[in-house]
């Protein structure tokens, strides 16, 4: 079965970093391009950044410069590191498998909920 | 403001037919696949079409996609309870180099 499973979420206060995981399982990890996708709440879907197979990676305008996406294909596990939060990042933040220039993102995780508060 | 624009919102009676839009530009979906995904309440997003009109595994054909020029839709037909949820279009910028999302349609069936 195929499994992406998101960490690292939490609170975190204002001006702080945050290093999100998602370990995926059940299908060729390094055969795939991945994806972060956010969800404010109450809001709508927001990309965030994808990897490619060769490790070439994109980033939201507006998130650039702040963000670091990257994977273990040996581990199978998806990063995305994210610094100088603010309280516009509170967000649900979801891995999916697969690139918006592709075959779109056709399995999520559950996603992990980002809280940025003093 | 998003990148590609959805109707807010949609309703329709069971057994009805939706159409939902999804409007962008030359640099997105008029150049690139468009895919659509379906967000039931409090749970992740399912991908319902890819590659403009296709469906994965397990996704009735009472739902379809299409494309024309800088628009695409998707047709939902046979409406059920259960498709009650959110609806987001998404697709690749090519000018930008991002991802890019519609506001997202919230589809109640009356």
């Known amino acids: 079965e195929v499994q992406l499973v998101e960490s690292g979420g939490g609170l975190v206060q204002p001006g702080g970093s945050l290093r999100l995981s998602c370990a995926a399982s059940?299908?060729?990890?390094?055969?795939?391009?991945m994806t972060w996708v956010r969800q404010a709440p109450g809001k709508g879907l927001q990309w965030v950044s994808s990897?490619?197979?060769?490790?070439?990676?994109y980033h939201a305008d507006s998130l650039k410069g702040r963000l670091t996406i990257s994977r273990d294909d040996s581990g199978n596990i998806l990063f995305l590191q994210v610094n100088s939060l603010t309280a516009e990042d509170t967000a649900v933040y979801y891995c999916?498998?697969?690139?918006?220039?592709?075959?779109?993102?056709?399995?999520w995780g559950r996603g992990t909920l980002v809280t940025i508060s003093s | 403001q998003s990148v590609l624009t959805q109707p807010p919102s949609m309703s329709a009676a069971p057994g009805q037919t939706v159409i939902i839009s999804c409007s962008g530009s030359?640099?997105?979906?008029?150049?690139?696949?468009v895919s659509w995904y379906q967000q039931l309440p409090g749970t992740a997003p399912k991908l319902l079409i890819y590659?403009?009109?296709k469906r994965p595994s397990g996704i009735p054909d009472r739902f379809s996609g299409s494309k024309s020029g800088t628009s695409a839709t998707l047709l939902i037909t046979g409406l059920q309870a259960g498709d009650e949820a959110d609806y987001y279009c998404?697709?690749?910028?090519?000018?930008?180099?991002?991802?890019?999302f519609g506001g997202g349609t919230k589809l109640t069936v009356l």
């Open positions: 999916a498998r697969g690139g918006m220039s592709t075959s779109g993102l056709d399995c």
């Open positions: 059940g299908f060729a990890f390094s055969s795939y391009p």
């Open positions: 990897i490619g197979l060769g490790g070439d990676t």
């Open positions: 030359s640099s997105n979906l008029k150049n690139n696949y």
């Open positions: 590659e403009t009109h």
């Open positions: 998404g697709t690749w910028d090519s000018s930008l180099s991002v991802g890019v």
